[in-house]
């Protein structure tokens, strides 16, 4: 379990500002959501704690490594950085079968061949795709690919998970059986999550802390109660209504 700090990072692309300056605190094991309309920026926000896109300025802490640094100029790329990713596509590699996109991080983690079977067959078991390894990705069907993309961010045990609406593309069946297997893992598994949404439903049944985002600002970050019982800005009482 590691703790997240976003230092005052920014996002700019050409002249627009997507992310004004921005800080923010993610506890060692908590699960935080990161909720907000679409278009106000979660994905980058997300992309940026992964090493996926740079910030335009700021620092990002994984723990107790500094994984960006503008000023210093220094980059972890994401492999380095121990954590997971679930994406908002479920980014799949079509060539390979399931227990091969699954067995990917670890391969890359140059886990011992002996090793490879047996937490391919444990992550498999975890998202309830047991006997499915030697499929394809295009012979399942969206709510299992979305489960193999969550089974290879968690088969390596990585200290953070990062889910990028990993249940937006399901139908509602799925989607409510989904959200209560990420909420067993949540107890299951010592991880600090962080969890793009833009449902609120989902953010209020899985997160201890929910920050609401609007146009790349932090408008409130606190407890569902908190949010309900004293929203703090105008769109924070208009937007949240769970
Ligand atoms: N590479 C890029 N170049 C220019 N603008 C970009 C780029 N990537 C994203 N944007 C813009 O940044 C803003 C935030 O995009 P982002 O994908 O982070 O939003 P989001 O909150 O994840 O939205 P959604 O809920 O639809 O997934 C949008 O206005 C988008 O058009
Ligand atoms: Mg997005």
Redesign the pocket.
Known sequence: MSSVTLDSIS?I??E?T??PPLSLEIKPGEFLS?L????????????MIAGL?LPTQGKVIIGDQTVFDSTSQHFVPPEKRNLGMVF?SYALWPHLNVFENIAFPLRCRKVPQSDIEGKVESALEEVQLHGLGKRKPNELSGGQQQRVALARALVARPKVLLL??PL?NLDTNLREEMCEQIGKLKAQFPMTMIY?T?DQNEAVRLSDRIAI?NK?KIEQLGTVQELRNSPKTEFVRGFFRV
Do not use: A
């Not at 907000?36 to 992309?47: A, D, E, F, N, V």
């Open positions: 996002k692309y050409g627009q997507i992310i990161l907000g309309p679409s278009g106000c920026g979660k994905t980058t926000l997300i992309r896109e908002q990028d609406e937006s793009v833009h985002l790349g």
